[in-house]
């Protein structure tokens, strides 16, 4: 019977040809899988690391407290489902004089949750979670703590240890927004004005002229670009209702809101005073336009010789002057109608040869500036030359 050396059927002639140590090594070699292509021993499975999350930090606006958490998320983390956000409020005294500790597992019963949100919603690497809590003040509770905090809750359902407390006493006499903000464009800035506030979150209204906590209004700015921020105009409260942005560029897009600024607010456990802004007012956009001419040009003065006039002139003071236009005329007192334009479009010098005249005789010359956006001064005075030959 015919046999395949292939399935190696006949052990006793192999042995003969390799030898008993060969044969062996041959064994060995591939019961270590020499030829399945395995390199080296297998790599243990990539660790996943868990979500975590940062201590909650507060800042209280208007009539919301404004949460912010630091959140990091690998890209390969442990399988969390979310991080619940809680608050506990707790009726406080003035002696009380710190923060009393509290444990979690009291929190845990008496907080509310006030959001879950599911982890696929966090970018992956290092954020800020930010969540906005409207407050509600109890009549009569002035002195109450608000105690935030975050967890992380896992697909079992089983979760991590609490955030660090955020902890905070809210000021309710912060000011309501102030309202009918209006501007008025002038040459060198854009005024704006609004109704002062008329009330405090707590209901309180004004005593007098005075509101109760106020102290002044802040002044913010943006542009309509896409991801434009808001930036404060203003580097301290201002007292009365009215502002004037001097740093402002013509044909630019921009949108203002005015917040009211109350205090001073004293922190439980020692901090010092601070301020806190109302909600914003309502946004009003702006469009500056330019409608306002520079000032008529001075100093033009005339020669001629050799049969042409040269003129020369100061240059106006405005920054945003384009040029400048020359206008002629064969009487001082002609109508508008007969003076001619001599410049085919705006001098961008102090100076001009006109050698289209007429030896001996007389011309009449006038001057006008032009800005970027083509607004014209009123003429400059009048100044005279008879062609010299």
Not at 104 to 132: F, H, K, M, N, W
Not at 249 to 262: L, P, T
Not at 299 to 319: D, H, K, M, Q, Y
């Amino acid at each position: 019977m015919k046999t395949s050396a292939a399935t190696f059927s006949n052990p006793e002639r192999s042995r003969k040809k390799l030898g008993r140590a060969q044969w062996a090594l041959w064994l060995l070699l591939i019961g270590m899988g020499v030829g399945c292509g395995k390199i080296g021993e297998p790599l243990p499975p990539i660790p996943r690391v868990p979500l975590t999350i940062g201590k909650v930090g507060l800042r209280q606006e208007g009539g919301e407290m404004i949460l912010q958490i630091g959140v990091s998320r690998p890209r390969l983390a442990a399988r969390p489902v979310r991080v619940d956000l809680y608050r506990l409020v707790n009726p406080i005294s003035a002696a009380d004089g710190g923060e009393k500790p509290i444990l979690q597992e009291e929190y845990v019963l008496q907080a509310t949750l006030l959001a879950s949100i599911p982890v696929d919603q966090l970018p992956v690497g290092r954020s800020t979670l930010t969540y906005r809590d409207p407050l509600r003040p109890a009549p009569g509770a002035r002195l109450v703590e608000y105690v935030y905090a975050a967890r992380v809750i896992g697909q079992s359902g089983a979760s991590l240890d609490l955030s660090e407390y955020g902890r905070v006493v809210p000021f309710w006499d912060v000011a309501q927004p102030p309202t009918a903000l209006a501007v008025t464009q002038e040459e060198k800035a854009v005024e704006l004005r609004w109704e002062p506030s008329a009330a405090t979150l707590s209901g309180r209204s004004r005593e007098g002229s005075a509101l109760p906590g106020l102290i002044g209004y802040h002044v913010y700015r943006r542009t309509l670009e896409e991801g434009a921020a808001w930036q404060r105009l203003t580097e301290g409260p201002l007292t009365q209702p009215a502002f004037r942005d001097q740093q402002f560029r013509f044909a630019i897009d921009y949108a203002y809101q005015v917040r009211a600024v109350s205090g001073p607010v004293t922190r439980m456990g020692g901090e010092g005073p601070e301020t806190v802004e109302s909600g914003p007012s309502q946004e009003l956009r702006h469009r500056p336009v330019d409608t306002f001419p520079p000032s008529a040009p001075s100093g033009l003065t005339v020669a001629s010789v050799n049969g042409i006039v040269s003129l020369f002139w100061a240059l106006n003071p405005e920054p945003d002057v384009a040029g400048y236009q020359l206008y002629r005329a064969e009487a001082e007192d002609a109508p508008t109608s007969q003076w001619q334009r001599v410049t085919t479009s705006p001098l961008a010098r102090a100076s001009y040869r006109d050698d289209r005249v007429t030896i001996g005789r007389t011309y009449f010359y006038r001057l006008t500036a032009v800005d970027q956006s083509g607004n014209e001064s009123l003429p400059s005075p009048v100044a005279s030359e008879t062609v010299q030959p």
